[in-house]
């Protein structure tokens, strides 16, 4: 096996319906951690056990589940080649265009999702067949 280590997480490009091509990647680990803890806030508070009388740190996440959405697809979405509009301009690949697509385009959101899951079916795939060898 190779392994690009400068590149680790390049994506895959797939094609899209009606001409084009879609580079996606896998959202993943380290990365998706780091994505999670941009959109979370810790609370920590205080409270008393009342059969102890013992002070426990009580420790909660609030998770804001639309800004990991977001965050999510703009790191899923590498890039793109051939998106048009409808008077045949290019649709630049910007973080704005991607959540505008991915939010208000039902086809491009379901094609990006199933390119997302065979990606990951890959993976898997991939991941077995290593540990065969």
């Known amino acids: ?6 590149n680790l997480n390049a994506g895959t490009w797939f ?5 084009g091509e879609i580079c ?3 959202c993943a680990g380290d990365d998706y951690q780091a994505i999670r803890d941009q959109v979370t806030k810790v609370k920590t508070e205080v409270v008393f056990d009342p059969k102890t009388r013992q002070a426990q740190k009580l ?4 998770v804001d589940e639309k800004a990991l959405k977001l965050h999510l ?8 080649k051939n998106l048009l509009d409808k008077h045949g301009q290019p649709i630049p690949c ?11 385009s ?10 997302l ?12 067949e290593e540990q065969k060898n």
């Open 106 to 115: 039902p086809t491009f959101f379901d094609h990006v999702s199933d390119c």
């Open 73 to 80: 697809w703009d790191f899923c979405i590498v890039d793109w």
């Open 59 to 62: 420790r909660t996440e609030d």
């Open 15 to 19: 094609p899209l319906e009606g001409g």
């Open 1 to 6: 096996m190779i392994i690009d280590i400068e």
């Open 117 to 128: 899951a065979k990606l990951r079916g890959l993976e898997a795939t991939e991941a077995e």
């Open 24 to 26: 996606l990647r896998v």
């Open 94 to 104: 910007t973080k704005d265009m991607k959540l505008l697509l991915m939010g208000k």
